[in-house]
């Protein structure tokens, strides 16, 4: 089994940045895929970013292109979420998940981190 394990998270003004990290323990070698969805209060579950972990392949929904960039360092198992320009639209909770691909949910999820960006 997998945990993940969530930070980096807080308040920050429109145009702030924030660095979200997930560190994974346990059974890492089942591990293909990183990344991040949100949910906002009202709203689906949304796909925000996600990095391969050997080619380190990254993939980014259009609302946060050019704005967000995710890295990992394997060494530490852990994957990292570089929010820049941040808007009020990225309010939301963030959870790290991990699987077999990119973009679509894996089996495992962090326990959430609270981003919230005032106007």
């Known amino acids: 089994q997998v945990q993940l394990v969530e930070s980096g998270g807080g308040l920050v003004q429109a145009g702030g940045s924030l660095r979200l990290s997930c560190s994974a323990s346990g059974r890492t070698s089942s591990i293909y895929a990183m990344g991040w969805f949100r949910q906002a209060p009202g709203k689906e579950r949304e796909f925000v970013a996600a990095i391969m972990w050997i080619a380190g392949i990254t993939y980014y929904a259009d609302s946060v292109k050019g704005r967000f960039t995710i890295s990992r360092d394997s060494a530490k198992n852990t994957a990292y979420l570089q929010m820049n320009s941040l808007e009020p639209g990225d309010t939301a909770v963030y959870y790290c998940?991990?699987?077999?691909?990119?973009?679509?949910?894996?089996?495992?999820w962090g326990q959430g981190t609270q981003v919230t960006v005032s106007s």
């Open positions: 998940n991990a699987g077999i691909v990119a973009m679509s949910p894996g089996p495992y």
